[in-house]
């Protein structure tokens, strides 16, 4: 398997635009993750998925983001409208069990100009 | 409130040194913790995965220990290589009825050639 495949690298945006990232877990995976890191705060659990449900969307910071998983191999974060402090490398991880062996994509950088 | 801490945030070792990293957290009673691994740039990579009914996890030059009744963590790194120069970060689950995965912020580790 490819692992976790997330896309784009990176991403430069203006303030107010729409941003969307993009993840296919490994397949045979049932649970999905999307995490946020930055310096500051290290990295928060956004939100997670089991078998395409959203289980707990908490850490999701405000009404601007939403996340998607329209089926098993495909999720999607959306940020709208971006603001400068969205700036951060947003992960993608996917395990076979909630507190099983994750794993990680690459990280979608995203700035917010 | 569970948290987890990892002490140093950054250590530099000559090479071919043993070398043991800490994680503490609250609240004892945890599911499971986890050590990954993370270059710059990259996302994370699960090194060692230790239950909550365990007391270490062996991977080649790795070695993790638990002592839940302490709070803490160790990963022990054997004959300390400059390959071996990331961030090591630690992650605990709990279960029950709200289930949480917190991560430590990391120590970033540099072997000196």
């Known amino acids: 398997d490819a692992g976790v495949i997330q896309s784009p690298r990176h991403e430069v945006t203006e303030m107010g635009q729409e941003v969307t990232l993009r993840c296919k877990p490994i397949s045979g995976h049932d649970y999905l993750f999307w995490y946020r890191q930055t310096m500051m705060r290290g990295l928060e659990l956004l939100i997670y998925f089991n078998n395409n449900v959203p289980i707990d969307d908490s850490g999701m910071p405000e009404d601007r983001f939403s996340a998607k998983m329209p089926n098993a191999s495909f999720s999607t974060l959306k940020i709208q409208p971006s603001e400068p402090r969205d700036s951060a490398v947003y992960f993608c991880?996917?395990?076979?069990?909630?507190?099983?062996?994750?794993?990680f994509g690459e990280g979608s950088r995203l700035t917010v100009l | 409130k569970q948290e987890v801490t990892q002490i140093p945030a950054a250590l530099s070792v000559p090479e071919g040194e043993n070398l043991v990293l800490n994680c503490s957290f609250t609240d004892s009673a945890i599911y499971n913790l986890q050590w990954f691994r993370q270059d710059p740039g990259k996302g994370l990579t699960s090194l060692l995965l230790i239950q909550s009914s365990q007391r270490e996890q062996t991977s080649g030059r790795l070695n993790a220990s638990l002592d839940k009744s302490s709070g803490r963590s160790t990963l022990y790194i054997a004959a300390s290589q400059p390959g071996d120069s990331a961030t090591y970060l630690c992650a605990v689950v709990w279960r029950g009825r709200d289930d949480k995965i917190i991560f430590g912020k990391g120590t970033r580790l540099h072997i000196l050639p």
């Open positions: 991880a996917s395990s076979l069990v909630l507190a099983g062996e994750l794993f």
